[in-house]
């Protein structure tokens, strides 16, 4: 995309304005000492106007493969955050749905739109959450129907609500849960006596993590994942 186009679009301004403001060196462009009207942006590459980066209108929906160590909130003192594996033009009002702990991998949702991320994290609408769940122990029969069931967590009073158990390895299964306690799978697992030792988000409600991104990188959701929710 042309950086005449990008600022247009960005600011609202037009065209002759937008060069006015490239001529007077007031965009800077990442890693382009002297930018120019017609300069081609590659994917992710950031721009600020007066010091301020710059984003296209209009909501942003990503899906990220989180990798492990980074945590799931817009600023954090010591950690990297997922907001920081995000190109800067695209953060503006940028935030996760939802979160995962810091060793947690897998998928987290991203986007600008309160109101659709109030949908998907809501008690209310029971999105429902499949996670692969490595434990240190084997996983009994007896505890998959007592998840299935639901399960008394530590210091809580309801049960959780039922949930889909799948054994897929002697000590491995897919647990799909339609509510988001603090730290729910590693408690649920705990409250039979077993310990989580490897924790992957794989799908939320009908958006699966996208089995070409890397952990660490994003795209953009498609229209049909973003109206699915
Ligand atoms: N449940 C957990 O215990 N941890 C997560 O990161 C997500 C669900």
Not at 102 to 121: A, N, Q
């Amino acid at each position: 995309m042309r950086l005449d186009y990008f600022l247009a679009h960005s600011t609202g301004l037009s065209r002759k304005q937008v060069k006015a403001l490239i001529g007077r060196g007031e965009v800077q462009v990442e890693g382009e000492p002297r930018p120019k009207a017609n300069t081609r942006l590659a994917s992710g590459q950031g721009v600020w106007l007066r010091g301020e980066p710059l984003a296209l209108p209009g909501h942003r929906y990503l899906m990220l493969h989180k990798p492990a160590g980074v945590v799931c909130s817009t600023e954090d003192p010591e950690h990297r955050t997922v907001l920081d594996l995000i190109p800067v033009e695209l953060r503006r009002d940028l935030h996760p749905a939802g979160r995962l702990d810091r060793d947690t991998t897998g998928l987290v949702l991203l986007t600008s739109d309160g109101d659709w991320s109030h949908r998907l994290t809501s008690p209310n609408h029971q999105c429902a959450k499949r996670y692969r769940v490595r434990c240190a122990d084997p996983v009994s029969d007896g505890d998959l129907q007592a998840l299935r069931d639901g399960v008394l967590l530590r210091g809580e009073e309801k049960a959780t609500l039922p949930a889909k158990a799948e054994r897929v390895g002697e000590s491995e299964l897919l647990l799909t849960i339609t509510e988001g306690r603090y730290h729910q799978v590693k408690r649920m697992l705990a409250a039979r006596g077993n310990r989580v030792v490897g924790l992957h988000r794989e799908q939320i409600g009908a958006i699966v993590l996208d089995a070409g991104l890397a952990p660490g990188e994003y795209r953009a959701l498609t229209e049909e994942e973003i109206a699915s929710l």
